[in-house]
């Protein structure tokens, strides 16, 4: 699309400011099944996104049709919904921040230009590799994914900022059986450095939980002591990352609200917003509305000590976006729940009657995100007096989320980012409630 | 047209010429329209326009799948060109002419999103707003959204399949927020439809699902912790169908069938449910929410008995998990968008018919959850453990409907339910909702009549009796 005759037609047309967030997405994905490449996908799409302020009130129309034929759709549409718009939410179209940290690392040309039979080789490899770990492995499917982003976000007041990132995960998932039980494994590593795939990590990673796991049964009803793993615990965190957004506080659906400046966790407990992290293609020096990203404590040390801001909810507070404004709402870069100074084993040598829980299941529809409550389908292991008794499954963990940040009494070392960006160290909580059999 | 025959016939040409012996184009063009609105004033007005075409080759199991935005016959050849080299072989499959199939008559649309003013799509939002809040004090902010979608596709191949699909969504939800003494709780209700416009405008009762879900918010904010523990559970007719959708619906998609990833696998004949389950997944249904006239290989949508009188009768099957179980494709195969390769999935699926009543059911139990409302769940088909989240629940005691609870889980295995419910009576409704997997996000009807669950795990916070 021409975007010079976009922002000229916009002025014609009575837009008093426009800004487009254009983003080209390239992807590979590759799958292989016993052996055999079973999937093989590529991809290439272009989208733009475009406000527009008219009347004080802002529109908004997303577009993967980018020939000049739809302008003048494009911008009627965005003036007839302003003219719907009656929301008291102030529009604003930024003009740009002074300094925007430089990101050197989230765009590795390396990795997009690594031969692709050679990804198709490793991701053989690892096929094997499971395949030859252990008699009871039925089902194995490996999978690589890689994915390039470059975003434009340019406006009327002069922002002019670009972006490019790339990553991918390797992984995999594994049936096994020992002719009373099948269980399952799963697990990925994400990184946009090839070197990070080691085979016999990503495998055990993998294979040990779903093997340890065999002949799972639930424990009996009661409270136990709680070991979250560094993957379990991230799961949770995200399904609960909404509550730091002052647009949820403001509509009065986070249960943070009015919690600013008071304790929320125990002292052990410091959470993050690192849009700068390593490695991570979600990284950005920009929010989507073009302000800086910061690096920001959300919790430290048990106290609440900032929201997430975007540019609106800002305004209504009185005070700076946090560069936070993602996708039209508010949303964290990076969460990160920092790392303590136990091991995980010495945590789980501290437990009298305890669940080790390595997976939690449904926390799209387990979390209840206004209240706090949530009721998750576990599994793990059971911990008596230091050590690893049985394997758990099929069992309910269930509490409150500002409870649970509360009674948490020893934090791990071992942080691990999980797929969807959340990073996490194994926790140890002092009691929740488990429903089993 | 999407695009001109000639060049979708020249795309799957180029995708054969490596020795693969399948090739497919799928076109879509889609918009879309969100609004949402806020304590009754409209704060999101957010419009989507895309256009995409989809390419999919394959040589026995194998697949591969690629797609672009592009319009252009260079892209779009070069696209088909990159994914052919995955192939090398001799031996080449001769293409069919395309012939196409007559348009569905089925799920005819009288008002399309496209053809509704704004401000009639603002008013329906304004009249849920008003029935929502005014519901009682409790209720502290109510959010609407209403969704429409409009999409038209068109899928050939090599083998001469070639259908053309007009496909309309329209819902609106209402989710409302009781607070009280520093107490939170929501509640949310709606409805959707294949139809589409006239379904808001003249048959959809707005109000009173406005209402609901401020009752619902209201109920659980006074509801106490559910107990925890192993109960008999009478979960309710329409949502509650999500228990078959998550539990055992999953786990009959040839997704996971054909990779010998299923609890079900050689389970064909065998009685895999009690006596009284029939199960049915049905994409002919007249405008239903998971309806379509094709599937999104091309073939005929069917009705499909899953289930009879506890004897596993059908998978879901597309394409090319058919070649790999050596069975016929049951016209199942689903993708969100252009973005997804299709494979097999859910249409509109519900447990049918019994012959006792809610009544007869509720009195017959002792002690219990009755679980009313249903929120989502999920499942592991390798194994077949299931979770879902009760919305609004209540405790039965001595055969009657007795305090509200709030928080449960019900977690259990797919395999071992069926075979444990032990009453269903003859309530039989459908729900929307929106189904997430391996191909996308997807509209899928759940639905089910009040039916019983002899013992089943409750995942509660207080400490069971």
Redesign the interface.
């Known amino acids: 699309m021409n975007l010079d005759k976009l922002f000229k037609r916009a002025k014609e047309k009575g837009i008093q400011d426009l800004e487009i967030f254009a983003s080209d997405r390239n992807s590979l994905s590759i799958d292989i099944?016993n052996g055999?490449?079973?999937?093989?996908?590529?991809?290439?799409?272009?989208?733009l996104t475009i406000k527009g302020i008219y009347n004080n009130k802002m529109?908004?129309?997303?577009?993967?049709?980018?020939d000049d034929s739809?302008i003048d759709e494009?911008l009627d549409?965005i003036i007839?919904?302003a003219?719907?718009?009656?929301?008291?939410?102030d529009a604003i179209i930024y003009e740009g921040d002074e300094h925007y940290e430089d990101l050197q690392d989230i765009y590795n040309e390396e990795l997009f230009n690594l031969d692709v039979q050679k990804k198709i080789n490793h991701l053989l490899a690892l096929d094997k590799y499971l395949h030859e770990y252990d008699k009871r492995v039925?089902?194995v499917?490996t999978m690589y994914s890689e994915n390039t982003n470059a975003v434009i976000l340019k406006n009327s007041k002069g922002i002019n900022l670009s972006n490019k990132a790339n990553s991918a995960y390797i992984g995999g998932?594994v049936?096994v059986k020992d002719g009373v039980d099948?269980?399952?494994g799963f697990d990925v590593v994400i990184s946009n450095d090839f070197n990070d795939f080691d085979i016999e990590t990503i495998g055990k990673e993998i294979i040990d939980d779903a093997l340890a796991s065999l002949g799972a049964k639930?424990v009996p009803?009661?409270?136990y002591e709680i070991v979250f793993s560094n993957g379990a615990i991230a799961t949770l965190l995200s399904a609960f990352q909404g509550i730091f957004s002052a647009d949820a506080v403001q509509?009065?659906?986070s249960?943070l609200k009015g919690k600013l400046g008071e304790v929320v966790g125990s002292e052990l407990v410091s959470i993050v917003d690192d849009p700068f992290m390593k490695k991570s293609s979600r990284s950005r020096s920009f929010d989507d509305e073009g302000v800086a990203t910061a690096y920001k404590e959300l919790v430290g040390k048990g106290v609440l000590k900032t929201f997430l801001h975007n540019l609106v909810t800002a305004k209504k507070d009185g005070v700076k976006s946090t560069g936070n404004g993602f996708g039209?709402n508010v949303g964290a870069v990076n969460l990160k729940l920092e790392a303590g100074n136990s091991t995980l084993d010495e945590i789980l040598a501290s437990c009298q009657k305890g669940i080790y829980i390595t997976n939690v299941?449904?926390a799209?529809?387990?979390v209840?995100a206004?209240?706090g409550?949530?009721?998750?389908?576990s599994?793990g292991y059971y911990i008596e007096d230091g050590k690893k008794v049985k394997p758990v499954?099929?069992?309910?963990?269930?509490?409150?989320f500002l409870e649970m940040l509360k009674d948490i009494t020893m934090v791990a070392n071992d942080l691990k980012m999980s797929y969807y960006g959340v990073t996490s160290p194994s926790i140890k909580v002092k009691s929740m409630?488990?429903?089993?059999? | 047209m999407l695009l001109e025959q000639k060049l979708i016939e020249q795309i799957l040409d180029t995708a054969l010429e490596t020795g693969a012996d399948f090739s497919e184009v799928y076109i879509e063009d889609h918009q879309s329209s969100v609004l949402q609105s806020?304590?009754g004033?409209?704060?999101?007005?957010?419009?989507?326009?895309?256009?995409?075409v989809g390419v999919r080759i394959a040589k026995k199991?194998?697949?591969?799948?690629?797609?672009?935005?592009?319009k252009n016959p260079e892209d779009l050849i070069k696209?088909a060109k990159?994914?052919s080299k995955?192939f090398n072989d001799e031996s080449l499959t001769k293409r069919t002419p395309l012939m196409e199939l007559e348009v569905g008559k089925k799920h005819h649309v009288k008002i399309k999103p496209s053809e509704v003013a704004?401000?009639d799509k603002?008013k329906l939002l304004k009249t849920a707003y008003k029935h929502a809040s005014e519901f009682d004090e409790v209720i502290?902010?109510v959010?609407c959204y209403l969704v429409d979608d409009e999409k038209e596709v068109l899928i050939a191949n090599s083998e001469g399949r070639f259908v053309t699909e007009t496909r309309v969504k329209v819902r609106l939800m209402v989710s409302s927020?009781a607070?009280d003494k520093g107490?939170?709780?929501?509640g949310s209700a709606g409805d959707g439809s294949g139809k589409g416009y006239e379904f808001l405008f003249e048959e959809m009762d707005i109000p009173a699902h406005a209402k609901e879900a401020s009752k619902v918010a209201k109920t659980m904010l006074y509801a106490d912790d559910c107990p925890?523990?192993?109960m008999p559970v009478v979960i309710h007719n329409a949502f509650g169908g999500v228990i078959f959708h998550e539990a055992c619906g999953h786990s009959l998609e040839a997704t996971s069938v054909a990779?010998?990833?299923s609890?079900f696998c050689d389970k064909l004949g065998t009685k895999v449910a009690s006596d009284i389950v029939n199960a049915i997944d049905d994409g002919t249904i007249e405008n239903a929410w998971g309806s379509a006239n094709f599937d999104d290989e091309g073939y005929p949508q069917q009705r499909r008995v899953l289930i009879e009188n506890g004897i596993l009768k059908s998978y879901m099957i597309d394409k090319i998990n058919a070649r790999r179980m050596k069975m016929e494709p049951t016209g199942s195969s689903r993708r969100q968008n252009y973005?997804f390769?299709p494979t097999s999935r859910m249409s509109n699926t519900f447990i049918d018919n019994g012959t006792s009543t809610i009544e007869e059911i509720i009195a017959n139990t002792k002690y219990g959850l009755f679980a009313k409302k249903l929120?989502?769940?999920?499942v592991?088909p390798?194994?077949g453990?299931?979770?879902?989240?009760v919305m609004e629940g209540y405790m039965i005691r001595d055969g009657k409907i007795a305090e509200p609870v709030?928080?449960?889980?019900l977690?259990?295995?797919g395999a071992e339910i069926l075979h444990k419910i032990d009453m269903i009576a003859n309530n039989l409704d459908r729900q929307r909702g929106m189904c997430g997997s391996a191909s996308g996000s997807i509209p899928a009807d759940v639905g089910q009549p009040t039916l019983r669950v002899k013992e089943i795990?409750?995942?509660?916070?207080?400490?069971?009796a």
């Open positions: 099944f055999e490449v079973d999937k093989y996908e590529i991809a290439d799409t272009n989208a529109g908004h129309f997303r577009t993967e049709v980018l739809v494009i549409t007839a919904s003219k719907e718009i009656d929301s008291l939410d039925s089902v499917e998932n049936i099948q269980r399952v639930p009803s009661d409270n509509k009065g659906l249960l039209g299941q449904g799209h529809a387990g209840n206004v209240s409550d949530f009721s998750l389908q599994s499954a099929l069992i309910t963990v269930a509490g409150n409630t488990v429903s089993g059999s | 806020v304590s004033r409209l704060e999101k007005s957010n419009n989507t326009k895309s256009f995409g199991f194998q697949s591969v799948y690629g797609y672009t935005n592009s696209l990159d994914l995955s704004l401000q603002v502290k902010q959010i927020v607070a107490m939170m709780q929501t925890s523990g192993v990779k010998n990833a609890v973005k390769s929120g989502g769940g999920s592991n390798g194994n453990d299931f979770n879902f989240s709030k928080g449960a889980a977690v259990g295995n795990t409750v995942g509660g916070r207080k400490k069971g």
